[in-house]
């Protein structure tokens, strides 16, 4: 991997950081008065967390294929790959029980969304910690 491709990845993880630092929970940042404007607030926020978070795994997903080829050692980029999936497993597993614990209706939909959209923030934030330094 070439150094440029290296110093571009450094940035745009530097770039997460500022954005993930900076975001309220999304429920606070959706402060509306019903529930239909809260929906709709989350809905429009949902795509972005979800773009930062991958955006996060592909850079440290090829930061850590560069490592495994450097070093002659392919075990970072399994390990990630491995960690990855825990994650989305763990996102899925949590949101839907905060889901559940509000019995059903509307606010159970609500406080899902803004947990993986939650998650999905301090996911990329933590990708982004540890390799931008």
């Avoid at 560069?66 to 970072?76: E, H, M, Q, W």
């Avoid at 609500?110 to 998650?119: K, S, T």
Wanted: charged share 25%.
């Amino acid at each position: 991997m070439s150094m440029r491709i290296i110093f571009a990845l450094t940035f745009a993880l530097a770039a997460l950081t500022v954005q993930a630092e900076t975001s309220p929970p999304a429920q606070v940042e959706c402060q509306a008065s019903n529930q239909i404007a809260l929906k709709d607030c989350l809905a429009k926020l949902a795509p972005q967390a979800e773009q930062d978070r991958k955006n996060a795994e592909t850079a440290a997903r090829a930061m850590m294929k560069n490592l495994d080829r450097v070093t002659s050692r392919p075990k970072a980029l399994p390990a990630f790959n491995q960690a990855s999936k825990a994650y989305q497993n763990y996102q899925h597993a949590h949101c839907t029980w905060i889901g559940k614990s509000f019995a059903g209706g509307g606010s159970a939909e609500v406080a899902e969304r803004a947990c993986r959209i939650d998650l999905d923030r301090a996911r990329a934030d933590e990708l982004s910690r540890f390799y931008v330094q």
